[in-house]
Structures are given as structure tokens and as C-alpha cells.
């Protein structure tokens, strides 16, 4: 049996590491873990399988030991217990992707549980297996507002109408918008409806096919993707310069499209500006609709956190509400983090939600930063390094010079300046946030092996005013 403080403990835990790690990781490997006990300096956590166990084990044992040490004030080893596959943490069953619900595939043949496949088989995470689908994840529990709102309708009518009206639909952010949120809510709803749907990572489809490669069971990876009436395909920027995976997903788009099943892909920016996608794959994204969704506002963010707080029976006063609303502005999945960070720690120190409990929390959690930089001085001090006018900047040239210089000024303003992307638009001539996203993107992604480009971020922090 588990030890509740140990409980508590692990749920501050995973509060922390829902932040550091990938939605998809977060889901598959950690999700369904248990806080069991503590004993001379090893904390055990309970794992449903023996495969996750090893991985767990090989892959995360360092930074789950560094986040509960950290919590526990005390360095701490991790060892990993198995427990079994029939519950979660939560005390809930998985869900099938296929909407079943009954541990069956789409073909209705009963699934092998977990523990009895081999490791061969648990590469294949889907369709072989049970698709794990977060339950809460349903359209009831999405906050719809004016920053999402089209893509909210559209994936809805998807849902219940799919290839009727928007296919493909092509939903696309910033990380931590809502994009995983609203593809599994399509997958939860055709379930009930009886549609056969299929969610995955394009991460997952990539091993799935090259599993499939290994094995010599093209025939089986085929038949399982092109018969379903709905595809869902989370996180399709990481199909990227995988050829023959991109070639596959293209043959496979189009024999769904053509016998007229539903797709429905996300990303993190539109499709012609996803790097290193083949313009084939780009124009079919484009056929059907494309829906962007923007960071939310104050008021969404409120709202969205009160959700939150009723979904988990708790009572978050108002004021904590906007002291979180505020520190976390253009991720919902770090406003969800925050949230479920104060929770475990109020429910730690058996403490009544407060603004003060609140802020310990999240000091104790995160390391203290300094104050941001002044936008407007950064803009300053860019435009003088740069021998260019501010005005230039945030105008329209895009003359190399003048855009090397505005990409500069997008990445310092967000990592230094901490503004959200819709703000860094704004002060940089009403660019929008796919916009931003490319600029910050290409400095974050050069500056590791230019040396020349970090001496220049180098100097240019240094002429910034404080």
C-alpha cells in the first residue's frame, strides 16, 4: 500500500516534471506512476509495467532524483516498482484511442495487455496498443474564447462530422496552447459516437513505420492506418526531413483523403513555414482549413485556471487565480504546471490555498531569475549595434541586414525581456506570432554553433540599459 506523504510528495513531483518534459513522455511514461514510500534515502515509485520501469530507469532516473530530492531537501535515489496496468494514479481507467473502451482494437480482436508483449510490440505504441487518451481532455472541459474559438468549432464539427466539412484541418501554435487538448477531445468524441478514430505523434507514426520496416509487416502498418475514418496526428513538425516517413504519411494522407476519412494535424506553425517538409505534404495540409491558435488573454487565463481548479474539487481564491494568470502568459500547459504545483504543495504542508502559500510554492520549485529586461532598451541597444534604425526594425524591409537585426531583437525580447509572443508582435510592427516563433527559433537554433552570433548577443546584453 502507499504511503500517503509519499503520495503527496510524488504529486509535487509530477506537478514539476509535467513542465520539464513532453506532453507525449509526461503521458506514456510517467502518468500512471505512484508515490509508494521512503526509506533511508530511496524513494520508490510504483510503474505499471517492467518496459516502463526500464526506461523510466534509464532514461529519467536523474532528473525524477534531482526533482524529489529537491522537494524532500535531501539528495534521494530513485528505484521503480512494479504495481500493474489495470489503474492509473488518478483510480481511472485507460481509454481506447478507437472510442471502444474495452481493451479491443478496431478490428475486435483482444489486446495483449501490456505486461505479456515484448519489447518489440511496446515500440509500437500504436495502433498495437490501448491508445492512452487523457479522459479530461473532452470538448466540455475546453475553454473556448476569442483566441481559439475557430479552431474549437472546427475540430468539433470534425469530430462528429468528419470529412464533410474541414478536411484536412490543420490546427497550429506556440507549445501549450491547447493543440494536444483539442486533438484527443476529437479522438474521446468519435469514440462515443462510434466513428473508428486513431490518434498519434507523428513521433509515434515514425516508429511505428520503421517497426513495422524491421519486421517485414508493411502490409500490417498500412491496413491499421488507412482503416480508420479518422487520423489524428499530433506534432507533425517533427515528420521534418524524415523522407521516407514523410513519404509514407504522404502516401497514406492520400488514401484516406481520396476514400474521404477525416485528418486532422496539428503543429507548431503554419505548414509552408514547417523547415525541411516537402511542398507536396505542405500544399495537401493546405486543402482544407487552417486554424490558428493564439495565447489567451487575462480573462481566458482565469477562466481556464478556475476550470482546472473545479476539475480537481479545489478552492483557488481569486487572487491566487491572477497572481498565476500573471506569471505565466502564453503557455497553458505552465499555467496548468503552476497550478498543480501549488495544489501538491498546499496539500504537502497541509495548508489552505493562499496567495502566500502560492508564492512559496513556486519559489521553491523554481530557481529565483532576475528582473526582465526593458523591451524598449533592447530595441535600443539592437538598433545601435546593428547600425540600423528602430523604425526599420519594426517596419516592413526585409533587407538581411534589417531582419538579422529584428530576429535578434525578437529572441532578446522574449528570452530576456520574457514577453509573450503576442507582445514581442506588437512592439516589432504588429508581426504576428508565427512570425515571432520563426525569428526566435532560427537565433535559438544558430547561436549553439555560431560563435560569432553569441558574441554578438553577448555584446548586445551588455549595452542594454537597466
Not at 489524428?232 to 504522404?250: C, H, I, M, P, T
Request: charge should be neutral; aromatic fraction near 6%.
Amino acid at each position: 500500500m502507499a504511503d500517503p506523504t509519499a503520495q503527496r510528495v510524488w504529486d509535487t513531483a509530477l506537478g514539476q516534471l509535467q513542465i520539464h518534459v513532453t506532453r507525449p513522455n509526461y503521458d506514456t511514461w510517467l502518468k500512471d506512476t505512484r508515490g509508494l514510500r521512503y526509506e533511508d534515502g530511496m524513494f520508490i515509485v510504483g510503474v505499471p509495467t517492467e518496459f516502463v520501469k526500464e526506461w523510466l530507469g534509464t532514461r529519467m532516473r536523474g532528473i525524477v532524483s534531482q526533482t524529489v530530492g529537491g522537494i524532500l531537501g535531501t539528495p534521494t535515489e530513485i528505484s521503480f516498482e512494479i504495481i500493474g496496468t489495470n489503474m492509473n494514479g488518478n483510480g481511472a481507467a485507460h481509454v481506447n484511442g478507437t472510442g471502444n473502451g474495452n481493451g479491443r482494437t478496431a478490428a475486435g480482436t483482444a489486446e495483449m495487455p501490456l505486461s505479456e508483449q515484448s519489447p518489440v510490440h511496446s515500440l509500437i505504441t500504436s495502433p498495437l496498443l490501448k491508445q492512452r487518451l487523457n479522459p479530461r481532455y473532452t470538448f466540455r472541459t475546453f475553454v473556448v474564447a476569442d483566441s481559439n474559438r475557430i479552431a474549437a468549432a472546427a475540430a468539433l464539427a470534425a469530430a462528429e462530422r468528419p470529412g464533410e466539412d474541414y478536411n484536412p484541418l490543420f490546427i497550429y501554435s506556440s507549445p501549450g496552447l491547447g493543440k494536444t487538448h483539442l486533438l484527443q477531445a476529437i479522438a474521446l468524441r468519435a469514440g462515443q459516437l462510434s466513428i473508428n478514430a486513431l490518434y498519434v505523434t507523428s513521433e509515434q507514426f515514425v516508429n511505428d513505420f520503421v517497426t513495422s520496416i524491421a519486421q517485414g509487416r508493411g502490409d500490417e502498418f498500412r491496413r491499421r492506418y488507412r482503416s480508420v475514418q479518422l487520423l489524428l496526428v499530433d506534432d507533425v513538425q517533427f515528420l521534418a526531413s524524415k523522407g521516407r516517413s514523410q513519404e509514407e504519411f504522404f502516401y497514406t494522407f492520400n488514401d484516406l483523403h481520396s476514400n474521404g476519412c477525416q485528418m486532422v494535424i496539428a503543429g507548431d506553425r503554419p505548414p509552408a513555414s514547417i523547415p525541411g517538409m516537402e511542398a507536396r505534404m505542405s500544399s495537401r495540409f493546405q486543402w482544407g482549413l487552417i486554424a490558428d491558435i493564439q495565447p489567451p488573454d487575462e480573462e481566458t487565463r482565469v477562466a481556464i485556471l478556475q476550470a482546472k481548479a473545479r476539475d480537481q474539487r479545489v478552492d483557488m481564491p481569486a487572487d491566487v487565480m491572477h497572481y498565476l494568470a500573471d506569471r505565466v502568459r502564453d503557455n497553458i500547459r505552465a499555467l496548468e504546471g503552476c497550478l498543480n504545483r501549488v495544489v501538491a504543495y498546499a496539500r504537502l504542508t497541509r495548508s489552505a490555498i493562499s496567495l502566500e502559500v502560492a508564492q512559496k510554492a513556486l519559489a521553491a520549485l523554481t530557481p529565483a531569475v532576475a528582473a526582465p529586461v526593458d523591451p524598449q532598451a533592447i530595441l535600443e541597444a539592437v538598433s545601435a549595434y546593428f547600425g540600423v534604425p528602430v523604425a526599420a526594425i519594426t517596419g516592413k524591409s526585409r533587407s538581411k541586414q534589417i531582419a538579422e537585426a529584428r530576429h535578434v531583437a525578437m529572441y532578446l525580447m522574449r528570452e530576456d525581456g520574457e514577453l509573450a509572443l503576442k507582445q514581442v508582435g506588437l512592439l516589432l510592427g504588429h508581426r504576428d506570432h508565427s512570425t515571432v516563433i520563426h525569428g526566435v527559433q532560427k537565433i535559438g537554433h544558430a547561436v549553439i554553433s555560431d560563435q560569432r552570433l553569441s558574441a554578438q548577443l553577448s555584446e548586445i546584453r551588455g549595452n542594454v540599459s537597466h
